[in-house]
Nanobody, 122 residues
Framework: QVQLVESGGGLLQAGGSLRLSCAASGRTFSNYAVGWFRQAPGKEREFVAAISWSGGSTYYADSVKARFTISRDNAKNTVYLQMNSLKPEDTAVYYC???????????????WGQGTQVTVSS
C-alpha cells in the first residue's frame, strides 16, 4: 500500500510559478511510476505529466509542455511538478498517482492522493 500526499498548491496570478510535491509513504517509492493529473470544475480529470521510477522517462500533456517539469527524488520518496508561466486555464485540483511499474509509465494508476488546489487569476 502506498499513501500519497500532495502539497504546494495555492492562489497566484497568471505568469507565476508553483512547485507541487507528492510525498509517498508506506512502501519504498522505487519501481513506482508517478503521474500528475488535474481536474477543473465541471471538467473531467486530465493527464498532466508522468515520470518513470528511475526518472529517465517523462511525458507531458501538450497543454503544459515547455511550462511544466516533472522530477523525482527517490531518496526522499517525493515527486515534484514545477509549473511555470501559469495560466488561468491551469486552475484545477492537482492529483498525483502511483503504480508499481518498473519500466516506463502506465496508462492507469492504483494509488491516488487527495489533491491540492491551484488557482491562477488573470
Amino acid at each position: 500500500q502506498v499513501q500519497l500526499v500532495e502539497s504546494g498548491g495555492g492562489l497566484l496570478q497568471a505568469g507565476g510559478s508553483l512547485r507541487l510535491s507528492c510525498a509517498a509513504s508506506g512502501r519504498t517509492f522505487s519501481n513506482y511510476a508517478v503521474g500528475w493529473f488535474r481536474q477543473a470544475p465541471g471538467k473531467e480529470r486530465e493527464f498532466v505529466a508522468a515520470i518513470s521510477w528511475s526518472g529517465g522517462s517523462t511525458y507531458y500533456a501538450d497543454s503544459v509542455k515547455a511550462r511544466f517539469t516533472i522530477s523525482r527524488d527517490n531518496a526522499k520518496n517525493t515527486v515534484y511538478l514545477q509549473m511555470n508561466s501559469l495560466k488561468p486555464e491551469d486552475t484545477a485540483v492537482y492529483y498525483c498517482a502511483a503504480r508499481f511499474f518498473p519500466a516506463g509509465v502506465p496508462y492507469e494508476y492504483d494509488y491516488w492522493g487527495q489533491g491540492t488546489q491551484v488557482t491562477v487569476s488573470s
